[in-house]
């Protein structure tokens, strides 16, 4: 998808120069391409997360959604290494619930790997959401 998008990019750089003025290519190349997903859809509701690996190595996750499909992300890196996303907070509950080996009482590491507290994040329609995935890279220097 993101690739297609670099060759319609190429072909029309001075119309992307004057819609996305201040973004770098990456992204604004990134974003036409996600608007053609939305400009070919014309009925149905849709939420959508795609994954990518950069050029540079790092992952990336999109994420957007019209107002008929909700979107919620839970942040579990942390504990479980992961990123989750469905469409509801039940939907997150309930797996929760009838997952006991999620509970510090039924692991072997004793630990409560979702809290009850655990943030859940409901995403805005019609707004485009970029999650680099990668910690920054930290320089190593080596002392004398």
């Not at 409560?112 to 320089?139: C, G, H, K």
Request: glycine share 4%; with cysteine; aromatic share 10%.
């Amino acid at each position: 998808m993101f690739e297609s998008a670099q060759i319609i990019a190429k072909d029309r750089e001075e119309e992307l120069k004057k819609e996305f003025p201040t973004l770098t290519p990456f992204l604004a190349e990134r974003l036409l391409g996600l608007k053609e997903i939305f400009s070919r859809v014309n009925y149905g509701a849709m939420a959508v997360a795609i994954a990518e690996r950069g050029d540079d190595a790092q992952r990336y996750l999109w994420l957007f959604r019209d107002e008929e499909r909700p979107l919620h992300v839970i942040d579990m890196r942390e504990t479980l290494g992961q990123i989750f996303y469905c469409s509801t907070a039940e939907i997150w509950r309930n797996a929760v619930e009838n997952t006991p080996s999620l509970k510090k009482e039924n692991n072997l590491e004793g630990i409560d790997y979702v809290p009850s507290d655990q943030v859940i994040i409901e995403f805005p329609a019609y707004q485009i959401w970029l999650l680099n995935l990668d910690p920054p890279r930290r320089l190593q220097t080596k002392t004398a």
